[in-house]
């Protein structure tokens, strides 16, 4: 296995898959559903659709976010949202009738061929975790038969995350189709399936699945965390095609190849055979690790306790993996098409931080090239030219730094807030610039009224006489305002 | 006789090209008086991006530009801007080299005003208040604050005559939370 192909920097950490081993759960759909109004990167989204409104399953809440089944909207407001912070979000919140096997949705269109809009309607986002829209990521893409290589993501490297594992080993057919699909309408000169060496059971699916199609290949790569990030996988790729390395400013857009998870692939078929997007597989790891096919909008304590793995007292639930997952506060917040993970533990202590001894062993595991020892340095004082010098804006997050560092510094968590409090001085910034705007306009038409005297305006006549009682009126509610 | 004459004409050469140098330094000197003006406009403009630009007083001036003219000529500490907050005084420290004699307690929340029309009597007095003229109105017409051009400046507050004006904190918004957990 050493001599397959690895990414640059990474850890090669410990296989934890859960629940591979069990049936897929399909968990039935709640009367309730919540959709969070929150889009690529936190960016707040309008709602489509008002309160008492009836939809069908699969019409669309908001831009990238599909109703999971028929029903009506009895609420747009704040409701608890999975996020680190614990604030609540703007959500709209469906009641629909409960059904037990939520296995499709009832609505379905018949099968077309797969185009922007029909992505966009579908309001399909990436399933590996970030959510991009799918349909802006490959409106980029300039044309069919410009297309170098179709990427579909398998990697899925990070401990505690299985789910696409799952989804090759009980829907392979399924995945290829979608895959079918995309080459289809996409006409990429290669395809090729980016997988982890050490999932030999769904590699084993996947060869039974594609066969007989000599035109996708697949990929075995040594399994180092994180080789499923996108960056980082397409430049491994682009290196062992002899081709220059992906630079900083680019995106895999830019040297033609597209690079979509391997959920987003299946849900992309799914979609051609005219199917709203509903559910998705999450692992989930608790009493009784599973996978379990849940509805977009379920709530996560509901999901923990269909699948018998409600927390108990003192434990901490946590959603994504192990390295770029984080602890939620409100376990009633609702499943989104980006929940890949769940998972039930008791809560870890925290190591005291020494200083830092300048070991590099940071440097050596960053799998962007990144100097996490300076970043770290940069992040402490707040130096903002510091820190765009060493690139904090392609920090991934991933962790390894966080791993191997001897001193046990919590470098990410610096990384996280240093990019933070950027972006909130960015956005005052902002405020600051449309401030000053504003009071350059309003000077200039004070100078303007100086040389030019206004206009007298025509007296105004009131529809009745203003009495003199009626201003003492006034001014009375106003010391009585005052008094209180 | 040549010994002398030999003195002179030396001395006259070095006085003419010394006077040709005179000329071109004088020359480059009355350049140098208009782009030290300039230089000093660069220099405010500097100060002045760092400053939150809500033209508010309390810094004890009347607008954000004296204040950066204050702060240039040194007589005025970088702590002094309240809706700056932590991130005004860390740029001006690092601008200028200065340290902060004392830090904020709070940072203040953002606010906007909020006219209550039930008790606004259409005086007009608030609207040449406003630095960012948000408010829109005339006399004896209804009265309203354009909320997003409001920096909660508080300078409308005072020359109301009924008190309808209130400061309101602002809900956070999802793009103000940080951390986007896939970053």
């Keep these: 296995m050493n001599t397959l192909p690895r990414i640059q920097g990474g850890l090669a950490l410990k296989r934890h898959k859960p629940g591979l081993n069990t049936p897929v759960v399909n968990l039935s759909r709640p009367r309730t559903l919540v959709f969070p109004l929150i889009g690529y990167g936190g960016t707040a989204l309008q709602p489509r659709v008002r309160v008492g409104q009836t939809l069908n399953c699969g019409e669309l809440l908001a831009d990238g976010i599909a109703a999971s089944a028929s029903g009506r909207v009895s609420a747009v407001e704040a409701r608890p949202y999975a996020h680190p912070s614990g604030t609540w979000m703007p959500s709209v919140v469906l009641e629909c009738q409960p059904c037990v096997t939520a296995n499709t949705c009832e609505s379905s269109s018949k099968p077309s061929a797969l185009n922007l809009d029909l992505l966009r309607d579908a309001g399909l986002t990436g399933h590996g975790g970030a959510g991009f829209s799918t349909a802006a990521k490959l409106a980029r893409h300039a044309a069919p038969s410009q297309c170098q290589g179709l990427i579909i993501n398998a990697a899925e490297c990070e401990p505690g995350i299985a789910c696409d594992e799952a989804l090759l080993m009980h829907f392979a057919d399924e995945v290829i189709a979608g895959i079918d699909a995309l080459i289809d309408w996409l006409q990429p000169q290669q395809t090729l399936i980016a997988i982890e060496a050490d999932k030999h059971e769904a590699i084993k699916c996947l060869h039974d699945a594609i066969a007989n199609k000599q035109y996708i290949r697949l990929q075995r790569l040594q399994p180092i965390y994180p080789s499923g990030a996108e960056r980082p996988l397409v430049d491994l790729l682009l290196r062992l095609e002899g081709q220059p390395r992906l630079r900083r400013d680019e995106t895999p857009l830019d040297r033609n190849r597209i690079c979509l998870n391997l959920a987003t692939a299946h849900a992309a078929g799914r979609i051609a055979r005219g199917h709203a997007i509903t559910h998705r597989l999450i692992t989930i790891y608790g009493d009784r690790p599973c996978h379990a096919r849940v509805a977009f909008g379920t709530a996560i304590e509901t999901v923990l306790a269909d699948t018998g793995n409600s927390p108990r007292a003192g434990d901490r639930v946590r959603v994504g993996g192990a390295l770029s997952g984080y602890d939620l506060a409100d376990i009633s917040a609702p499943v989104t098409a980006q929940t890949n993970a769940l998972s039930v533990h008791t809560a870890p202590s925290v190591q005291p931080s020494r200083p830092c001894i300048r070991c590099g062993d940071c440097i050596s595991v960053c799998p962007v090239g990144l100097q996490p020892q300076q970043l770290y340095a940069y992040a402490r004082s707040a130096d903002d030219k510091g820190l765009d010098r060493q690139g904090l804006d392609h920090c991934l997050a991933c962790g390894c730094c966080d791993i191997v560092c001897p001193s046990e510094i919590a470098l990410t968590a610096s990384f996280r807030h240093a990019r933070s409090r950027r972006h909130a001085d960015r956005l005052s910034d902002r405020d600051a610039q449309l401030a000053n705007t504003l009071h350059d306009r309003h000077q200039a038409r004070l100078e303007r009224e100086q040389t030019r005297p206004t206009r007298q305006t025509r007296p105004t006549t009131p529809s009745e006489p203003i009495a003199a009682d009626g201003i003492a009126a006034a001014l009375e509610r106003a010391r009585a305002r005052r008094k209180s | ?183």
């Design chain 2, 1 to 183: 006789m040549s010994t002398l004459f030999t003195v002179l004409t030396l001395a006259a050469g070095t006085a003419a090209v010394l006077y040709v140098i005179g000329l071109a330094l004088g020359r480059f000197s009355r350049r140098s008086a208009d782009s030290e003006q300039a230089l000093r406009e660069d220099l405010l403009d500097q100060i002045e991006d760092c400053l939150p630009r809500t033209q508010c007083a309390q810094c004890g001036y009347p607008g954000c530009r004296p204040y950066a003219e204050a702060l240039l000529e040194n007589r005025i500490g970088i702590d002094q801007c309240p809706p700056g907050g932590q991130l005004t005084i860390s740029r001006l420290a690092q601008l200028l080299g200065r340290q902060a004699s004392a830090s904020l307690a709070t940072e203040p929340p953002r606010q906007v005003a909020v006219i209550d029309e039930a008790n606004c009597i259409g005086c007009a007095l608030c609207l040449p208040a406003c630095p960012t003229d948000a408010i829109v109105g005339a006399h004896r017409f209804m009265h309203t604050v354009i909320a997003a051009d409001c920096t909660g400046c508080e300078l409308c507050l005072a020359p109301c005559p009924v008190d309808c004006i209130d400061l309101v904190a602002l809900a956070s918004s999802p793009e103000r939370i940080g951390w986007s957990a896939t970053s």
